[in-house]
Nanobody, 114 residues
Framework: QVQLVESGGGLVQAGGSLRLSCAAS????????MGWYRQAPGKQRELVAV???????NYADSVKGRFTISRDNTKNTVFLQMNSLKPEDTAVYYC????????WGQGTQVTVSS
């Protein structure tokens, strides 16, 4: 089992910044992928950014140049720095962990006001 604890999120004005973090604990294989997905009301959950334990990352086109994902493998923690936030970034953000298994965090609300 893997447990995910998210922090960060909140309410911010357009153009502002937020930082999300997600710490994984439990039975963790050396190679894994951690990252963030989001789900806005009435929409499907979508990938935001993910990063493998080796450092390879992938971003949604809508956040490239504004969001940065990073990891601290010594602490099994992934971070998402979100800059230049837009109202359309408003969603519940979910931490995701994948090795041969998949786990989700409980979600954290990000609200960007115009």
């Amino acid at each position: 089992q893997v447990q995910l604890v998210e922090s960060g999120g909140g309410l911010v004005q357009a153009g502002g910044s937020l930082r999300l973090s997600c710490a994984a604990s439990g039975s963790i294989f050396r190679f894994n992928v951690m990252g963030w997905y989001r789900q806005a009301p009435g929409k499907q959950r979508e990938l935001v950014a993910v990063m493998a334990s080796g450092g390879t990352s992938n971003y949604a086109d809508s956040v490239k140049g504004r969001f940065t994902i990073s990891r601290d493998n010594t602490k099994n923690t992934v971070f998402l720095q979100m800059n230049s936030l837009k109202p359309e970034d408003t969603a519940v953000y979910y931490c995701n962990f994948f090795d041969d298994r998949e786990y989700w965090g409980q979600g954290t609300q990000v609200t960007v006001s115009s």
